[in-house]
């Protein structure tokens, strides 16, 4: 078996202060969409894929967890402040209608 290696198709999540790196990687699939972890070279650990699904799911709330959802959250696109200030309005040309029954009771 070979070198777990990240491909090149890969975004740096997190470099951690003791040199460990998180890549968010996709593979050959596009489906195939993974977490890298390498992690320092005096640590002796090994490189290892995890899986996004369990990446998440383990909402452990480290450094490269909360880096990855604030990725994820930068891709919605949405402002809040937009969302607080956003209310329903009516059709256009409804103002001038007339209510239907059941509006009118409900208002009185």
Same mark, same amino acid.
């Given at each position: 078996? @070979? !070198?777990? *290696?990240?491909? #090149?198709?890969? $975004?740096?999540?997190?470099?951690? =202060?003791? +040199?460990? *790196? ?16 390498? %992690?320092?070279?005096? =640590?002796?650990?090994?490189? =290892? ?12 709330? =480290? ?9 994820? @959250? /930068?891709?919605? @696109? !949405? +402002?809040?402040?937009?969302?607080? &200030? /956003? $209310? #329903? $309005? #009516?059709? %256009? ?12 009771? /409900? &208002?009185?």
């Amino acid at each position: 078996m @070979g !070198t777990l *290696r990240c491909p #090149p198709l890969r $975004t740096l999540i997190h470099d951690g =202060s003791n +040199d460990d *790196r998180w890549y968010l990687c996709y593979g050959d699939d596009p489906t195939d969409v993974y977490v890298f972890h390498e %992690p320092n070279g005096p =640590s002796g650990g090994r490189p =290892s894929r995890i899986e996004l699904a369990a990446f998440l799911a383990a909402a452990n709330g =480290s450094p490269e967890h909360r880096a990855l959802l604030g990725m994820i @959250g /930068s891709l919605v @696109g !949405t +402002d809040r402040a937009d969302l607080a &200030s /956003s $209310t #329903p $309005t #009516p059709e %256009p040309g409804a103002d001038g209608a007339e209510p239907t029954p059941g509006e009118a009771a /409900s &208002s009185i």
